[in-house]
């Protein structure tokens, strides 16, 4: 009891009212985004952040400040709050905006940068990032070594003034739109005592010689997962990420970004909104059974709002963040689950229907959401330690 009475505070985030500014923006976006589908520039669509590719509409956020809203404004940055980039990143994922061009770039990948990046990486790549003009893809995840991660054999070796990279990274989503892909490689040999000692992070040109993209596809044929080969791929010192050695540390301090976000809950929000576009108020089920969701993801959000002021804070809600990605991802399938239950439609990306439309959608994006950002037994086992119950 006395172990997870002193672990326990890691779930205990102080809890976070949004300003006035930050509401504010909130009617600034929704304004851009009611706008923006007038004029058709995109259709809502269910987990359109790993799927809805637009560079031009990413550029159009940049414009407005809407990318990069925390970084140093020498980069290209905002000097926003965190709670103020919550806000748009909420707005965007609730109108199913086309938002993957620039995801991880603004994410993680920018905040990688800003703390373990060279001087010249951050004046090279942060203002395109923050324009919405550079695009980053993740490569983590490997055949045989998604959720343990510390296993990875893709390897980058010492070869005069730079490295050499041979390996494969899969899952790799838009990495054949992406720039650049921050790859995790082992430069020292597999120490089973200590796995995750050996581990660098690097900065890949997409289009360097070596480089092989090739898709992943869904059942349905489309594409945003990738399998990515480096075959004696070459990467000068310059575009080394932080310390050589120190990538776990590296990788593990970005999960709190990756894991916490309302990317995590609001995914199929388009197919519940229309759930309950087409819901009978007088039907007692549908009215138990939507409230349930809609419980769960108040509470969800509550929490992914106090870890953004926990991150505006400078700190390392890791465990809470594993706990947003868990609940989230389940979430996310419960909510196709009761749409089939009570909706009785078909589902079908040709149907004139939105909600026939939008749970064929869910259903074939379903099996990736415990794919991405870690699988629920592996974040289950991060929020146990973190309690002091493993």
């Known amino acids: 009891m006395a172990t997870s009475t002193m672990a326990s505070p890691l779930l205990r985030l102080p809890d976070v009212e949004l300003p006035v500014e930050a509401e504010q923006l909130r009617d600034e976006v929704r304004a851009f985004l009611d706008e923006e589908r007038r004029r058709g520039a995109f259709e809502p669509q269910t987990d359109a952040w790993l799927a809805g590719f637009d560079s031009a509409f990413s550029a159009r956020l940049g414009d407005r400040g809407w990318l990069g809203m925390t970084w140093p404004r020498r980069y290209g940055g905002h000097e926003r709050p965190a709670l103020h980039r919550f806000v748009v990143v909420e707005e965007l994922l609730a109108a199913g905006a086309p938002v993957?061009?620039?995801?991880?770039?603004?994410?993680?990948?920018?905040?990688?940068?800003?703390?373990?990046?060279?001087?010249?990486?951050?004046?090279?790549?942060?203002?395109?990032?923050?324009?919405?003009?550079?695009?980053?893809?993740?490569?983590?995840?490997?055949?045989?070594?998604?959720?343990?991660?510390?296993?990875?054999?893709t390897a980058a070796r010492r070869d005069g003034g730079g490295w050499v990279l041979n390996g494969t990274k899969v899952w790799t989503s838009q990495a054949h739109r992406c720039h650049y892909m921050i790859a995790l490689c082992r430069t020292a040999p597999l120490q089973h005592e200590d796995r995750h000692a050996g581990l660098s992070q690097f900065i890949v040109d997409l289009t360097a010689p070596g480089v092989t993209i090739t898709p992943i596809r869904l059942l349905d044929g489309e594409h945003h997962f990738n399998q990515v080969v480096l075959d004696d791929v070459r990467v000068g010192d310059d575009m080394v990420l932080g310390e050589v050695g120190a990538g776990w540390r590296q990788v593990t301090s970005e999960l709190a970004h990756e894991r916490s976000g309302p990317e995590r809950f609001l995914s199929t929000l388009p197919l519940l909104r229309e759930l309950?576009?087409?819901?009978?108020?007088?039907?007692?089920?549908?009215?138990?059974?939507?409230?349930?969701?809609?419980?769960?993801?108040?509470?969800?959000?509550?929490?992914?709002?106090?870890?953004?002021?926990?991150?505006?804070?400078?700190?390392?809600?890791?465990?809470?963040?594993?706990?947003?990605?868990?609940?989230?991802?389940?979430?996310?399938?419960?909510?196709?689950d009761v749409v089939r239950a009570l909706a009785q439609v078909e589902p079908s990306r040709s149907s004139p229907h939105p909600l026939e439309r939008e749970l064929a959608r869910a259903v074939l994006h379903a099996p990736g959401f415990t794919l991405r950002g870690g699988t629920n037994e592996v974040l289950r086992g991060i929020v146990a330690r973190g309690l002091g119950l493993r």
Request: aromatic share 4%; glycine share 8%; with cysteine.
């Open 276 to 336: 309950v576009r087409g819901a009978d108020p007088d039907d007692d089920r549908q009215a138990t059974e939507v409230g349930a969701l809609v419980a769960q993801l108040w509470a969800l959000r509550r929490l992914s709002l106090q870890i953004a002021g926990s991150l505006d804070r400078e700190e390392a809600p890791d465990v809470a963040a594993a706990l947003v990605k868990d609940a989230g991802t389940t979430l996310e399938n419960e909510i196709i």
């Open 100 to 153: 993957v061009a620039h995801w991880v770039s603004d994410r993680q990948s920018g905040p990688a940068l800003l703390r373990y990046g060279t001087e010249s990486q951050r004046e090279k790549l942060l203002p395109a990032m923050a324009a919405g003009r550079c695009f980053f893809a993740i490569g983590m995840s490997e055949p045989d070594s998604g959720s343990d991660l510390a296993s990875i054999r």
